[in-house]
């Protein structure tokens, strides 16, 4: 028989934890940004001025289903995934089965509840459940594209236009092969000068635009302590591109179960002619086939340079803004959709850069 709870409080993260990362380890759907991790250490870092919650399912003693959520409560009482800002997946968690009876339950909770003016649910892929409990018309936040792999990496290369499987092979010639050009997988005790790599070429990249990057005050911290986290559970691949001794490019990824999702990447544009993002990518694609993963995720963003790589899936990421039947929600709902569109505007101008 299944039974629900409302887990409130930051000592949320300490009574659920075993569960929930026994949740993740079953869960079909389960992407880095669902666990307890990544959670956690976000709450940590994001959290102040919020009030955590959990909306868990059970079958008897066993938890099938979670939703982390936070509650924000100025300018009006907003309830919202947990998570938001930096995770680009925030479906819920449930094992396989409880998928429809989660999403549910989990509507039936949100619409008894008295002390929420707005409902605004971020990054909820498209295919899952929730959206179609949810129902009316959401806001599409964002286009995720998603590479089935093959089980050789030359049967991948096959797959690639002739300009671009042209920069591929630089990676088995003689730049690679004389010793010049390395790409170094970063070990667990090294993680920290890793990113500083990753963060130094990502605004070097970010700088020819006028803009400061992603990677800025506390994110940047929030970013230091997961990939530290990440690294110790097998879940980081951070890889740097040195080329004479030198950084000129640095990718960040992560994978879980049999998928790699491809979470940001940066590059000297001074090594351009090297194709640095390119030949990252590339060096990620082959890694992931050889051990033996299903999927290469591009995740959020639309860009004409993840479209040369043949992904075969365009997954929309939803949003979901609802209000109360008070006025006050209803001012809410206008503002929030307002920013969102404004956001939709600044994304769709940056978006669609090569990455060389």
């Known amino acids: 028989m299944l039974s629900a709870r409302l887990v409130t409080g930051p000592s949320m993260f300490d009574e659920l934890k075993g569960d929930w990362q026994d949740l993740v380890s079953c869960s079909p759907t389960a992407t880095p940004f669902q ?56 479906h819920p968690l449930a094992r396989a089965g409880y998928e429809n009876a989660f999403a549910e339950h989990l509507c039936g909770a949100t619409d008894e509840m008295t002390d929420v003016d707005l409902l605004d649910f971020h990054q909820l892929r498209e295919s899952r459940e929730l959206p179609a409990a949810l129902g009316g018309e959401p806001l599409v936040q964002a286009t995720c ?94 890889s740097v591109l040195r080329v004479d001794g030198g950084a000129v490019g640095a990718i960040y990824a992560m994978a879980l179960a049999d998928t790699c999702y491809y979470y940001q990447a940066g590059f000297d544009p001074a090594a351009s002619a090297v194709s640095p993002g390119t030949l990252l990518v590339a060096h990620s694609i082959r ?43 209803r001012l809410a709902c206008s503002w929030n959709i307002a920013g969102s569109q404004l956001e939709s505007r600044i994304r769709a101008r940056l978006e669609g850069r090569g990455l060389l």
């Open 287 to 329: 890694r992931a086939i050889d051990e033996g993963k299903a999927h290469f995720d591009f995740m959020r963003g639309d860009e004409p340079y993840k479209r040369r790589w043949k992904p075969q899936h365009a997954l929309r990421n939803l949003r979901f803004v609802r209000p109360s039947g008070r006025m006050r929600g």
């Open 35 to 90: 666990t307890w991790e990544w959670h956690s250490t976000w709450y940590e870092f994001f959290g102040a001025g919020k009030k955590p919650l959990a909306y868990a399912l059970y079958e008897g003693s066993d938890l099938v289903g979670l939703f982390p959520m936070v509650r924000g409560l100025a300018p009006w009482r907003t309830l919202r995934p947990s998570g938001i800002g930096p995770s680009d997946y925030l």
């Open 145 to 238: 594209l998603l590479l089935d792999l093959p089980k050789t990496y030359d049967a991948y290369l096959a797959m690639l236009g002739k300009s671009l499987r042209y920069d591929v092979r630089k990676l088995d010639k003689n730049l690679f092969s004389s010793g010049r050009a390395t790409i170094e997988s970063v070990p667990p005790e090294n993680v920290r000068q890793g990113m500083e790599v990753l963060f130094d070429q990502h605004r070097r990249r970010w700088r020819k635009r006028g803009l400061p990057g992603a990677f800025v005050g506390r994110t940047s911290r929030f970013h230091h302590k997961w990939a530290q986290t990440a690294s110790r559970n097998g879940w980081l691949w951070l």
